[in-house]
């Protein structure tokens, strides 16, 4: 243990602590700036700088080790003075244009300017960049706002491995970005918006689609249909000021029934359709590889949900991608089914659909402009909002979010059952997915207790689970005896280290789950912020909270998707399901 | 290894030759990240400077992003993603040379060249840029051009220096 004095109070704490840390432990904060527990602790801003007795210049607090002995000051005249202006110099370079600025009072700079009672800007001058780049369906960069805290250059590079985001040139003339010459929507960006996420200040957001949403709203021609996935619930009541964990499923309803949406479906009502098609397609890839060796089944199949996931792979792992499995994500089967089956079943000319995705994510964005998801010249989806982009619709639209009474889904798209709320969270496409699978395989149901794959929750970066098959149903009688392996992760550097197994040809898996953010859906780069284990982690159990609550937990039992089957799709895998639920995929390249 | 000989070999090489030789010296480097800053160092002295192509074909090589090794390349100012001219110009504005006059003759560099500090005229026979101390405080304000140097120089004295070259 070391002993220190901060602010003339003794204390304690363990060798390799840092002065923040050890400051917040005994409740002594200490102002910061780009500081993220664990992730992000470089000191790359300076504002929590403290006076450390005997050392020349302030130091770091989140990147300077506890000693000793050390004598620390966090709130001396010195450390407050050299607070301000190192604040000041930051603002001098920052447009101070907050009231348009779409960050305006959720703004971390502002937070922190009131926080250390800033009430002047004695410096102005030049200002060193101004790059705006739209050229992403998904993000927007403004580099004019950037204040080079290099957070989400963290995130890019040491969580999800893509080495996108970095800075360039130096000194006054750095920005923050792909290279020069690079534009966001042209590179290897996978536009999972963990950089939107972390970003403290406007230059770094989701690509707006409310506009147009609105736009589709007003327009009397247009039948507009919403869709939710199982994320967004589990944190638009953030939005709203809701205790964090806490589910607004049925208030979310009402909210987008009331902005005027003809017909609210459910994302998971898709999520239990993908449990069908993709569970239908795995045992298809086991069975031949068994079976018929000829056939060259490609194992271990990998899941398909995650659109940011889905880019980085074919960037990385282009002669891989027959790992993926074929089907869309939920969100494009229900807008490919909105526009066909829903359409067909009312009437409508599908032409005259609009159909808006809210999800958690903003690869989404891009997700609904390839080219594989449109159906007869018309986009399967039209526009995705992010959970952020629809909390903003509802106060813009003077809806009063707390005091609306609990509504339902439309039918017949918007039932679903415990199996698809789960695909918010990771571990939970691969649960879902077994939930249905084993009992397929054997006739029983998946013998867990309360069918929950307890290693295959939380928030490890690799989580791994064996399944044994014992007297299984007799047209797998293949499979006795077998032990499936599955492997799940969230966050891109986990899915490289997946990926790289099998490109060396030694994966022991036969099925993994990959969910291009960390966490999963519940922390997606469209999400509210901030975002941090903790708030994970009661995100996380407000879905499983969701999964628990409903009568009917697997997707094979879901009613609607057995009617929809029968009068529309056929059987899983048939023909109408390949033509509108399943997708191919695009080989990149590396840079 | 690489040689230096080889590498002053490369006036006479196609582009194609170039790369071959970059790639070996990649391979040389083990393809390591920790030694991006010497293969940028030795792409520099082949192709005389670093455009996107190349660091599109380090980036590939090396398994880095493109973003990554234009990041460590526009950090320092020795490298350059622009082409050299036939004559590279340098003004010092070290602090000798500063308070002697440095700043008014890259005034005169620039207005007479027609370009800014790092970058080549059209005809590709000047490039400017500026220097920090070479150690020649003595001869405040230095200025070198293709490694000669030349001693107190003032804006005067600029378009005879840059007209004899010519």
Same mark, same amino acid.
């Given at each position: 243990m070391i002993n220190l004095t901060i602010n003339n109070k003794a204390i304690q704490v363990e060798e390799g602590t840092t002065i923040f840390e050890a400051a917040k432990h005994h409740n002594i904060l200490i102002p910061h700036f780009c500081y993220m527990e664990n992730?992000?602790?470089?000191?790359?801003?300076?504002?929590?700088v403290v006076e450390v007795e005997g050392g020349r210049n302030l130091m770091a607090s989140c990147a300077t080790a506890v000693k000793e002995g050390m004598i620390v000051h966090t709130n001396s005249e010195r450390v407050r003075n050299v607070r301000k202006v190192i604040y000041e110099l930051m603002l001098s370079d920052h447009p101070k244009e907050c009231l348009s600025?779409?960050?305006?009072?959720?703004c971390e700079l502002q937070d922190l300017g009131n926080l250390i009672q800033i009430?002047?800007?004695r410096y102005e001058g030049a200002k060193s960049k101004d790059i705006i780049d739209t050229s992403s369906p998904s993000i927007v960069r403004d580099?004019?706002?950037?204040?080079?805290?290099r957070r989400c250059v963290t995130i890019c590079?040491?969580?999800?491995?893509?080495?996108?985001m970095n800075p360039h040139?130096?000194?006054?003339?750095t920005f923050i970005g792909p290279?020069?010459?690079?534009l966001l929507g042209e590179s290897?960006?996978?536009?999972?918006g963990q950089c939107v996420l972390v970003c403290?200040?406007?230059a770094l957001k989701e690509k707006d689609s409310t506009a147009i949403t609105w736009e589709a709203l007003y327009d009397k021609s247009k039948t507009v249909i919403v869709q939710t996935a199982p994320a967004v619930r589990a944190a638009l009541g953030e939005v709203f000021g809701?205790?964090?964990? *806490?589910?607004v499923t049925g208030k979310m309803a009402s909210a987008l029934h009331e902005l005027g949406f003809n017909y609210v479906f459910d994302t998971n009502f898709a999520a239990d359709l993908t449990i069908m098609e993709e569970g239908s397609e795995f045992l298809e890839r086991v069975k031949n590889a068994f *079976?018929?060796?000829?056939?060259d089944a490609v194992l271990p199949m990998i899941t398909s949900c995650s659109p940011g996931w889905i880019k980085f792979m074919e960037h990385r792992y282009p002669d891989q991608l027959?790992?993926?499995?074929?089907c869309k994500s939920p969100h494009m089967m229900l807008g490919a089914l909105t526009k066909t089956y829903f359409a067909e079943k009312m009437n409508i000319?599908?032409?005259n659909i609009f159909v808006v995705s809210v999800m958690p994510c903003t690869a989404k964005k891009f997700e609904? *402009?390839?080219?594989?998801?449109?159906n007869n010249g018309l986009a399967d989806v039209d526009a995705v909002i992010t959970t952020r982009e629809l909390g903003r619709m509802i106060k813009d639209a003077g809806i009063d979010f707390r005091n609306l009474p609990d509504g339902e889904f439309d039918s017949p798209l918007g039932l679903s059952t415990g199996a698809a709320d789960?695909?918010?969270? *990771?571990?939970g496409v691969m649960e879902a997915a077994l939930r249905t699978v084993y009992e397929l395989v054997t006739?029983?149901?998946?013998?867990a207790a309360n069918l929950h794959i307890v290693p295959l929750?939380?928030?490890?970066r690799i989580k791994t689970a064996d399944i044994k098959i014992e007297n299984p149903l007799e047209a797998y009688?293949?499979?006795?005896g077998v032990t499936v392996k599955v492997a799940v992760t969230s966050g891109l550097k986990g899915a490289a280290i997946l990926l790289d197994e099998i490109k060396k040809g030694i994966?022991?898996?036969h099925f993994i789950e990959i969910m291009g953010c960390p966490g999963g859906c519940?922390?997606?780069?469209?999400?509210?912020?901030?975002?941090n284990d903790a708030i994970r982690t009661k995100r996380l159990e407000a879905i499983y909270r969701e999964d628990e609550g409903k009568?009917?937990?697997?997707?094979?039992?879901n009613q609607d998707i057995l009617l929809l089957y029968h009068d529309y799709?056929?059987?899983?895998?048939g023909h109408k399901s390949h033509e509108l639920l399943h997708t191919i995929y695009t080989r990149r390249s590396k840079n | 290894m690489i040689t230096k000989d080889e590498v002053c070999?490369?006036?006479?090489?196609t582009e194609a030759e170039k790369y071959v030789l970059l790639k070996d010296v990649i391979i040389d480097y083990e393809k390591k990240e920790s030694n991006l800053i010497q293969v940028l160092h030795m792409a520099q002295a082949i192709f005389g400077y670093v455009p996107a192509e190349v660091q599109h074909f380090i980036a590939d090589q090396m398994d880095l992003s493109v973003s990554k090794v234009n990041s460590v390349l526009t950090f320092?100012?020795?490298?350059?993603?622009q082409p050299k001219g036939k004559y590279s110009v340098s003004i010092c504005l070290g602090t000798a040379c500063y308070v002697r006059g440095g700043k008014e003759v890259l005034n005169k560099l620039k207005s007479v060249l027609g370009i800014d500090v790092g970058a080549t005229t059209d005809d590709k026979v000047f490039s400017l840029s500026v220097m920090r101390c070479i150690g020649a405080c003595g001869l405040a304000p230095a200025m070198t051009i293709n490694n000669k140097v030349y001693k107190q120089v003032n804006p005067n004295k600029i378009q005879r220096i840059l007209g004899m070259l010519k």
């Open positions: 992730v992000h602790q470089i000191g790359s801003c300076r504002i929590c600025c779409w960050r305006n009072q959720n009430s002047e800007f580099s004019s706002k950037c204040i080079l805290c590079n040491e969580i999800q491995g893509v080495g996108l040139h130096r000194g006054f003339s290279s020069e010459d690079e290897v960006c996978t536009n999972c403290p200040v406007g809701y205790e964090l964990g *806490t589910l *079976t018929a060796p000829e056939k027959s790992h993926l499995s074929s000319d599908p032409a609904i *402009t390839r080219p594989e998801m449109f789960i695909f918010g969270t *990771t571990g006739g029983r149901e998946f013998p929750e939380g928030l490890d009688s293949f499979l006795d994966s022991p898996y519940i922390s997606g780069g469209g999400q509210p912020r901030p975002v009568i009917v937990r697997k997707s094979h039992e799709l056929g059987v899983p895998l | 070999k490369v006036q006479t090489m320092y100012s020795f490298f350059s993603t």
